[in-house]
């Protein structure tokens, strides 16, 4: 079975640049999230997707970031226009769902986009 | 809301040793708490998760968990670790009714020859 698929693996921007990630989920996941992995420190949630819609994205950004799932399948992460301290790893995870209560459906991670913004 | 402390953000050990990785958390709520491991340039695979029954968990590679809810640990453990073990290891944690996963900050584990 294909994992979740993320490109670019890496990439390189000048501040104030824009610049975008892609993923590709598990088949059949429903729930697709992005994290932001700056070095040093676990991940942390920026956007979680229930199919197209959005389910948290209280630690996003709002005013450079931007992420969308059209079709509920494929998703983009944006940022407009980047920071230095938006260097980073950019995972995105996808999971069955909507879980049963009392039950966990695991997360499964992609490879991430490592971003250096100069 | 939830937090994770990882006590060490290095542990060197050396081949076939024991090794014992630290993790605590902080909720006012029931909780589910995993162990991920993440290998250079790789996303994270998870080790072992707890969600409820016995404390003592065990998960791939050898390795096993102790949920500790007086003193809300959660530390990793194996009884011999091999060179492939190095890798970073990340606890996390997630209210049972909640969707999000908090993580620590990771521990990096090294194991020489």
């Known amino acids: 079975e294909a994992g979740v698929a993320q490109s670019p693996r890496y990439k390189i921007i000048e501040k104030r640049q824009s610049v975008a990630f892609w993923c590709n989920p598990i088949?059949?996941?429903?729930?697709l999230y992005w994290y932001q992995q700056i070095l040093g420190q676990g991940p942390k949630l920026l956007i979680q997707?229930?199919?197209?819609?959005?389910?948290?994205d209280s630690q996003l950004p709002k005013d450079r970031f931007s992420a969308e799932r059209l079709k509920g399948v494929d998703s983009t992460l944006k940022i407009q226009p980047a920071k230095l301290e938006d260097s980073a790893v950019y995972l995105c995870?996808?999971?069955?769902?909507?879980?049963?209560?009392?039950?966990?459906?695991?997360?499964?991670f992609g490879p991430g986009t490592r971003l250096t913004v100069l | 809301a939830q937090s994770v402390t990882q006590l060490d953000s290095q542990v060197p050990v050396f081949e076939e040793a024991p090794v014992e990785l630290r993790c605590n958390y902080s909720?006012?709520?029931?909780?589910?708490l995993f162990w991920y491991v993440q290998y250079p340039n790789q996303g994270l695979q998870l080790l072992l998760k707890?969600?409820?029954?016995?404390?003592l968990v065990k998960g791939i590679n050898g390795f096993e968990a102790e949920f500790n809810k007086s003193q809300t640990s959660f530390h990793l453990r194996k009884p011999s670790v091999h060179i492939s073990d190095t890798a970073e290891y990340f606890c996390?944690?997630?209210?049972?009714?909640?969707?999000?996963?908090?993580f620590g900050e990771g521990t990096q584990l090294t194991v020489n020859p």
């Open positions: 707890y969600l409820s029954g016995s404390t």
């Open positions: 995870a996808s999971s069955l769902g909507p879980r049963l209560a009392g039950t966990y459906n695991e997360q499964f």
């Open positions: 996390a944690v997630k209210e049972t009714s909640g969707s999000r996963l908090t």
């Open positions: 997707f229930q199919n197209n819609g959005v389910v948290d």
């Open positions: 909720s006012s709520v029931s909780v589910y």
């Open positions: 088949s059949g996941h429903a729930t």
